[in-house]
């Protein structure tokens, strides 16, 4: 079961640092990066 899970968790770091690459490549990195800032707008923050 834990074997599953590495394999299922190195195939979507590998998916995901392919296509920042590739994004980086083509120089639409920028709005993969805004898309990013607008979902974790939702998220909630703690400024001490």
């Not at 599953?4 to 990066?33: P, S």
């Not at 979902?39 to 400024?47: A, C, G, H, P, V």
């Given at each position: 079961?834990?074997?599953?899970k590495?394999k299922k968790l190195?195939?979507r ?14 120089g ?5 990066d ?5 979902f974790?707008?939702?998220?909630i923050?703690l400024?001490?």
């Amino acid at each position: 079961m834990m074997d599953i899970k590495w394999k299922k968790l190195v195939f979507r770091m590998g998916v995901w640092l392919a296509l920042e690459v590739f994004f980086g490549y083509i120089g639409v990195d920028t709005i993969a990066d805004y898309s990013e800032f607008i979902f974790e707008r939702n998220s909630i923050t703690l400024n001490c």
